[in-house]
C-alpha cells in the first residue's frame, strides 16, 4: 500500500482563522479525496482533488469553505477556512490508483484532528 | 443517493469469542472494502472485494462479496484485544468514482 502522511497531525484554533492541511503521497496516484469525520461519526466525502484542475465538490461543501489544491500527482492540500466549532473534526486524505495496487483500492492517511474554540 | 446500512451498530463480545458484521446496500456495487479504525488513527484497509460471491481471507479475517452484489460481510474468528476498534464497510457503483461508507461497527472486547 501507498505510505500517505499529514500536517499538522492535530491543530487547535481560533474561530474565524483558517487552516492549511497537507497531504503527502510516497508514490505518484491518480486520485486524491478528502473526508471529514465528525466526532463518533462515519467519513464523510468532501471533494475529489484533481491535479491540474479544480476540486470537484460534494453536495455541501463549497470551494470558498473548503479550497483544495492538487499541484502534482503526490501532494494536495486542504484549507478549512473562516472556521467555527462546528469544523472540529477529523480530517483525512486517502489516494487511489497507485503503482503497487488495482485502482479500485483507497487508503488512509492518518488524519488531522481539528479544534476550533 | 445509495445508502449502507451497517449492522450491528455496535458489538460486546468476550475474548475469543467469533464476530460477524454485514452491510447492504440499495444499489449494486462493484467493489467493497472493509476498514478498521482505531482511536486517534486513520482508517486502514483489511480486505477488498471486487467480485460477486467472493469469499477472502486475511488471517483470522474472512470477507464475502454477496452474490445479489447488494452485501457483504466480514468475520473475525477468535477474537483478541487488538481486534477493539471501529470497522466500516464501503463500496463503490459501477462506474462510479466515490465510495459510500457505512456508519460503522464500534467493537468492544472483554478479556
Known amino acids: 500500500s501507498a505510505v500517505i502522511s499529514q500536517k499538522p497531525s492535530r491543530d487547535i484554533c481560533q474561530r474565524g482563522t483558517s487552516l492549511t492541511i497537507q497531504c503527502q503521497v510516497d508514490?505518484?496516484?491518480?486520485?486524491m479525496f478528502w473526508y471529514r469525520q465528525q466526532p463518533g461519526q462515519s467519513l464523510t466525502l468532501i471533494a475529489t482533488?484533481?491535479?491540474?484542475?479544480?476540486?470537484?465538490?460534494e453536495s455541501g461543501f463549497v470551494i470558498d469553505k473548503f479550497p483544495i489544491s492538487r499541484p502534482n500527482l503526490t501532494f494536495s492540500t486542504l484549507t478549512v477556512s473562516n472556521m467555527s466549532p462546528e469544523d472540529s473534526s477529523i480530517y483525512l486524505c486517502?489516494?487511489?490508483?497507485?503503482?503497487?495496487?488495482?485502482?479500485?483500492?483507497?487508503?488512509f492517511g492518518p488524519g488531522t484532528r481539528l479544534t476550533v474554540l | 443517493g445509495q445508502q449502507l446500512n451497517q449492522s450491528p451498530q455496535s458489538m460486546f463480545i468476550q475474548e475469543g469469542e467469533d464476530v460477524s458484521m454485514n452491510c447492504t446496500s440499495s444499489?449494486?456495487?462493484?467493489?467493497w472494502l472493509w476498514y478498521k479504525q482505531e482511536p486517534g488513527e486513520g482508517p486502514v484497509l483489511l480486505i477488498a472485494?471486487?467480485?460477486?460471491?467472493e469469499l477472502t481471507s486475511n488471517g483470522r479475517l474472512t470477507a464475502q462479496f454477496g452474490i445479489t452484489r447488494k452485501d457483504s460481510f466480514l468475520n473475525i474468528s477468535a477474537s483478541i484485544p487488538s481486534d477493539v476498534g471501529i470497522y466500516f464497510c464501503?463500496?463503490?457503483?459501477?462506474?462510479?468514482?466515490?465510495?459510500?461508507f457505512g456508519q460503522g461497527t464500534r467493537l468492544t472486547i472483554n478479556p
Open positions: 508514490s505518484q496516484v491518480t486520485m
Open positions: 486517502s489516494v487511489e490508483g497507485t503503482r503497487r495496487v488495482g485502482t479500485d483500492t483507497q487508503y
Open positions: 482533488a484533481n491535479q491540474g484542475s479544480e476540486a470537484t465538490y
Open positions: 464501503a463500496g463503490r457503483e459501477q462506474g462510479a468514482q466515490k465510495l459510500v
Open positions: 472485494l471486487y467480485k460477486a460471491g
Open positions: 444499489s449494486i456495487f462493484n467493489t
